[in-house]
């Protein structure tokens, strides 16, 4: 790779750590081009020798953002023993404990509007799929194994999806349940249930 690569690499990467911190630290509302900029320690100005806008940034962190929620939940499911069942609901109590742990790439997922986040389609595809996405090696075994059908995985990956997204908003932004227990908890029973349910 050339010199001028590399430097064009490196200064795009300023920009999006400094903008993941500024999410993960303060929320989507806290991003603006000054903001980044002095996070990144450059000018406003310079950004845009790199990025077409803040919404071409914010498209970058989300990506990162699924791939670093996507490599959690790995390392978190590894050890998981049983059947696809079982497979299924550790990972989506791994990613439920990955947005628990960071608020901020929450509120960018689920609580900004397309229009804070330039109603990009692909931005808005990559967060509408990444439960699935963290979910797929599980779905694969199910459908392999013949534990589910296609059409089974599609709806239980459906109601899971608006399911524990309600869930995380309820908890994240009304702190109902009271507390992390009582939330873990209920995550449990409705994981159950829409497996149960949908298996049947």
């Keep these: ?21 500024l999410i993960k630290g303060e929320g989507i509302r806290s991003v603006s081009v000054r903001a980044v900029a002095d996070h990144a320690g450059y000018s406003f100005a310079t950004m845009y020798n790199y990025f077409r806008d803040l919404n071409e940034l914010i498209f970058l962190c989300v990506q990162d953002f699924q791939e670093e929620c996507r490599l959690d939940v790995e390392e978190q499911v590894k050890m ?31 609580t900004a509007r397309a229009y804070d986040l330039g109603n990009r389609e692909g931005t808005l595809i990559t967060i509408e799929r990444s439960l699935e996405n963290v979910c797929k090696p599980a779905w694969d075994e199910c459908l392999e ?16 999806r608006h399911t524990v997204t309600g869930m995380l908003v309820m908890y994240l932004n009304r702190r109902r349940p009271a507390s992390y227990k009582d939330f873990q908890e209920m995550v449990h029973r409705q994981v159950d249930r829409i497996l149960k349910v949908h298996h049947e």
């Design 1 to 21: 790779m050339k010199n001028k690569e590399l430097q064009e690499q490196r200064m795009r990467g300023y920009f999006i750590e400094a903008t993941k911190n």
């Design 80 to 110: 998981v023993k049983g059947g696809c069942h079982e497979r299924v609901k550790a990972r989506v109590m791994a990613y439920i404990r990955f947005f628990t742990e960071y608020p901020g790439i929450f509120e960018l997922f689920f």
């Design 145 to 160: 194994s013949g534990t589910l059908t296609v059409e089974q995985a599609a709806l239980i990956a459906e109601s899971l």
